[in-house]
């Protein structure tokens, strides 16, 4: 079976790894030095994982490095030490101690060939990838090499199939909420037409959870988007007809071109309309309580996962469980929005 249910009782200080009883691995094989880096965009609660990473391995004897700048600092060796005071006061921080980057040279077979020897080189025989898919991809590639390779689901996004949830999501978007509720203010003042763009890459769920959140009279994601911009333009008509003193229209990222489209909406309705992109502002800030607390626990698993001798797996949350999954299995995975939801935005916006 691909899919794992994070058992607690075999996974506790001092027990042998449960493959031992399987004959699958002894003690002499187990990771001594487990190397963490982030990788891809940056995401509130990847400092909790980091942490937890270190925390948890410290804790079981196992050394800890911290790669920094994602695929880009393992290529140069920039790769430090790290004890449990090095993540102190790091709890509460948005960003990434570690720093991150994107790296794409990276996805050249000789580059992962290079990273596995400064692995090796380093001591490293456990990694863990906190980023999204494109990070999922690199650590595949390490872990075909050899290197014992377990990723977090890190990114603001939540397009990570196998994950009913990432890491930062919920801060991104309470972030994002809580624009919107500033420019609504002052839409509703002016009796105008908002576009307001989120982030989201090619997925809609950040527009639509602060489309329900915010309650926007139109959410337009990128899963769904027809192109027809007269459906849109017809909405406002009708609900300023209704009463209504605004119309917010959340842009997912993924459709974009909100100030062009803001020019053609004035020009077709009449309504003064303005366009605001929030932006990377989305990806800053504390963690709220439900990042550290995915965080912390999904860092903790990973290296739970190394120690146990686990290789080329996710760690996920489905379905009220922290599991673990192959990662060939997750990356082959599709997640489509959950369409009651956007049937209840829809209905919300009368
Ligand atoms: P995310 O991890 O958030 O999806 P990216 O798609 O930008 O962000 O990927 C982050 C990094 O992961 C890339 O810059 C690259 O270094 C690495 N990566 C992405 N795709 C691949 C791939 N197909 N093979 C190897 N490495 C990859
Ligand atoms: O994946 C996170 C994300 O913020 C996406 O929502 C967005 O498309 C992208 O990263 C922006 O990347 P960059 O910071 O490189 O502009």
Redesign the pocket.
Known sequence: MFREKHRTRKRQKGMSPDRTADGGMDMAEQVKTIGVLTS??DAPGMNAAIRAVVRKALSQGINVKGIYQGYRGLLNEEIVDLTARSVSDSISKGGTILYTA?CLEFKRPEVQDRAAEICRKHGIDGLVVIG?DGSFRGAQQLAARGINTIGVPG???LDIACSDYTIGFDTAVNTAMDAIDKVRDTSTSHERCSIIEV???NAGYIALWCGIANGAEDILLPEQYDYDEQILINNIIQNRKRGKKHHIVINA?GIGHSTSMARRIEAATGLETRATILG?MQ?GGSPTCRDRVYGTVMGALAADLLIEGKSNRVVAFREGNYVDLDIDEALAMQKNLPEYMVRVAKAMAI
């Open positions: 891809g965009g994107r999204g990114t603001i996004d982030m989201g890459r990222e990377h990806r």
